[in-house]
């Protein structure tokens, strides 16, 4: 299957609860890797974006912790936009997809699960290269 049908937007379990609600994931479970790390983006200015690269190995759960953003995902020949906008709702990005974050409303929140450790040499950069790559994957 091609990278870009396995994105799902997966719906986390909430416990609807008058003090407060409650949503939780787990690895191999809600979510379809083992975390090996976790990171957010916050504080960011309106009209920035984020990302703009693709990764080789990283698969990553998306999630809008507070506010929205849009996630742009491009397979090298597609653009498929996903709106995140509540805390209970995450994207499934599996490695090889180009991805960029924007739309950022005030004061959101994103928080991003990744099956590997922060590696640089995972990152692609530039948009032809992963084009390039992509190419040689399907040969
Ligand atoms: P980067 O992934 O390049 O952010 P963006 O793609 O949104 O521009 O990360 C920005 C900086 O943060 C970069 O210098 C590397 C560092 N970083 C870590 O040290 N660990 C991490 O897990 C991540 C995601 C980034």
Redesign the pocket.
């Known amino acids: 299957m091609k990278n870009i049908n396995k994105v799902e937007i997966i719906e986390l379990p909430k416990f609807l609860d008058d003090r407060g609600n409650l949503s939780f994931m787990e690895s191999d479970n809600q979510i379809p890797f083992c975390i090996k790390?976790a990171?957010w983006?916050y504080d960011v200015p309106g009209g920035e974006i984020?990302?703009s690269?693709a990764f080789k190995k990283s698969k990553e759960f998306i999630i809008a912790l507070s506010g929205s953003f849009d996630v742009v995902l491009n397979d090298g020949n597609k653009e498929t936009r996903f709106n995140l906008n509540r805390s209970y709702f995450g994207l499934y990005v599996p490695n090889m997809l180009w991805r960029r974050l924007e739309n950022f409303s005030t004061n959101s929140l994103a928080l991003i699960v990744s099956n590997i450790s922060?590696n640089k040499h995972d990152y692609i950069t530039d948009f032809n290269d992963f084009k390039i790559l992509k190419d040689e994957i399907k040969k």
């Open positions: 790390r990171y983006i984020r990302g690269h922060y």
